[in-house]
């Protein structure tokens, strides 16, 4: 049986994609919408067929037009840039829509209306390789439009583009035609990372379960809408794409996404097992992936507990993932939300140059992005880290932490992290009573956010209140138990048990804290110091061996200084501890 032919033909493709796409949609989603929708009639179409063009596909952010002739394609994008830099140029209040062009070249597939194949993810690679506002084209449209148009055509050399075998000779539309774009669109603003959750499939057989199915899928969409730093793309979107076939980096692209959300759902008697899994839609790559095997007894408080899960599970893994992505990217490319990103790497550091370096990231997060409230709010609790873990270079930096609290509030006042930053620093200042306010009005904002559980640990702890501490201590260790700062949870549950004299359940805390990649100094410590006084003076000498042999300059003095904030309205937990140090022979 002979394969049909594949038909193909020569075509310019002219691919374009706007700006910073996932932050409008954040910021506006309605206004962008409809802004987007109105270029696109009134400028965009009206241009395309002046210039022979034919627009193949609308892709949520993109749009993608095929040509005959290079020369058309070149001088469509040139003049769509100048229009949008004009209509731009008359925005007052809404956020302005710039797009980056790129335009090839090649040989494309035809599929139906569709075309597809090299030719065309050659056009999208360039496209992102555009500067805001520019257009990039390859070097077989450069060719043909040299001498053609009143444009200049500046070679930027051969570029390795994702996808594509061989490296591509990349050049970029210079023209004194185009308007200048506007500052505040070429302002690098922090563009949150876009989550798309999918349908979950339902694998029962049973029609009965498709219910519980898109109720687990929609209320993961409603939990991760919680998290402030994450754009969650809405469930009308999403849930277009159930029962059909997916490819999930074009799902992304479609809707806009950096990160893809599916899972599925199975019934076997009484029992019920749902999967999930979270890919990096541009690399393909799955980034975490879990399974839940459940007793089908109450199918509202297993709805509950399942996706309670996957959300606490899903923010913190986005998080890791950001970091590490904003880690590989050279300085020069920097945008306010990758640098934000880099913040949070050094912020994550228990080095005082690390602290440092953070601080001055965060505080260039506000100059890039100053309506970015998760830059003034960092940059705010990276102080309160200094000031805590290093008073004599960080204390003078108090004052300056209280101002970025109040500035990230100001800007949004119903983000949870806002509220438990403003707590830690209200908490460093002794004002304790004002801390252990804005902590509790930040856990019901998202209670399935591990930091806000913490902090009202803290300064419940700090405020002489750790009977009430330790049930949010234990619920941040149970929500995110490999989160970063995990040995930091470990070690304040074990202070408040130490507090309220429960010694052998402070061990199993102190011991945890000991056991992560990076302990603290306070975590062995307080090991030493919790083993003498459960009366295991043999584990102690071990703890205090462990001690010495990794910070061997550690002397009682200095215990005292570390215990000095913990405890401030509760001296007597200090004292115990600082003797029980004595005890096991750590010297003055």
Known sequence: MNEPRIRRRLAAILAADVVGYSALMA??????????????????????????????????????????????????????????????????????IVFRIGVNLGDVIIDGEDIQGDGVNVAARLEGLAEPGGIALSGAAAEQVRGKLDVEIEELGAKRLKGIDAPVV??????ARSAPVPEATTAKLAERPALAVLPF??????????????????????????????SVIARNSSFAYKGRSLDVREVA???????????????????IRVTGQLIDAVSGNHIWAERYDRDLDDIFALQDEVTGAIVSAIAPEIGHAEIERARRQPPESLDAWSLYQQGLANYYSNEVEDLQAA?????????????????????????????????????SGLAAAEKKSRRAIELDARDPNNLWVGARVCSALGRHEEAVTLARDAVPLNDNLAMAHYTLGFVLTRAGLSDQAIGHLERALELSPRDLFSSGFALLTATALIQLGEYDRAIVHARRSCQHAKPRRASFMLLTAVLVLANRPEEAG????????????????????????????????NERIVAALAEAGLPE
């Open 201 to 230: 499939d339902n694998l029962s057989g049973d029609g009965e379960q498709a219910f519980l199915a898109d109720g687990m899928a929609e209320d993961i969409i409603t939990g991760l809408s919680r998290f402030r730093t994450l």
């Open 27 to 96: 910021a506006d989603e309605a206004g962008t919408h409809a802004s987007l929708k109105g270029h696109l009639a009134e400028l965009i179409e009206p241009l395309t067929a002046r210039h022979d063009g034919r627009i193949v596909k609308l892709m949520g952010d993109g749009i993608l037009v095929e040509f005959a002739s290079v020369v058309d394609a070149v001088g469509c994008a040139v003049e769509l840039q100048a229009g949008m830099a004009a209509r731009n140029a008359g925005i007052d209040e809404a956020p302005a």
């Open 542 to 573: 071990q703890a205090l061996e462990q001690l010495r042999t990794r910070y061997p300059e550690f002397t009682v003095e200095q215990a005292k200084t570390t215990l000095s904030w913990v405890f401030p309205r509760n001296p007597d937990t």
């Open 359 to 395: 601080i001055e990231q965060f505080d260039r997060v506000s100059d890039l992005d100053p309506n970015f409230a998760p830059g003034f709010a960092m940059a705010a609790d990276a102080r309160v880290r200094l000031a805590l873990h290093f008073p004599k270079d960080g204390a």
């Open 170 to 175: 990349v050049h970029r539309v210079r023209t």
């Open 253 to 271: 692209r479609e809707l806009g996404a950096r990160y893809v959300l599916e899972g599925s759902l199975r019934r076997g008697g009484s029992r």
